[in-house]
């Protein structure tokens, strides 16, 4: 069983910058791959980004279009946390920002295990 908290969401304003959070607790095999996800109001979940890694050595990672060169998912394998950068924030960027642990995240867009979520807001 894996267990996933994020933070660091909040408000900001538009081409602003905020750094998320998902610390883990738990170690599986599978939480060698984790990614992130939003839901805004009225719309579907969305994969937003994922890494696959083993130690330092990355393998893979994954973003959706509409978030390359403007976001940046990493982790910090000692602390067990991983994190999602995202910079010139635009207001469509607005969701619950959900991270998840699972065999190949990247690959599937798809987690076994989920946080909570923590709310992105951009405003103009």
């Known amino acids: 069983q894996v267990q996933l908290v994020e933070s660091g969401g909040g408000l900001v304003q538009a081409g602003g910058s905020l750094r998320l959070s998902c610390a883990a607790s738990?170690?599986?095999?599978?939480?060698?791959?984790m990614g992130w996800f939003r839901q805004a109001p009225g719309k579907e979940r969305e994969f937003v980004a994922g890494i696959k890694w083993n130690g330092a050595f990355i393998y893979s990672t994954r973003y959706v279009d509409s978030v390359k060169g403007r976001f940046t998912i990493s982790r910090d394998n000692a602390k067990n946390t991983g994190y999602l950068q995202m910079n010139s924030l635009k207001p469509e960027d607005t969701a619950v920002y959900s991270c998840?642990?699972?065999?190949?995240?990247?690959?599937?867009?798809?987690?076994?295990?989920w946080g909570q979520g923590t709310q992105v807001t951009v405003s103009s």
């Open positions: 738990g170690r599986t095999f599978s939480s060698y791959s």
């Open positions: 998840a642990v699972g065999p190949d995240v990247p690959t599937t867009q798809k987690g076994s295990y």
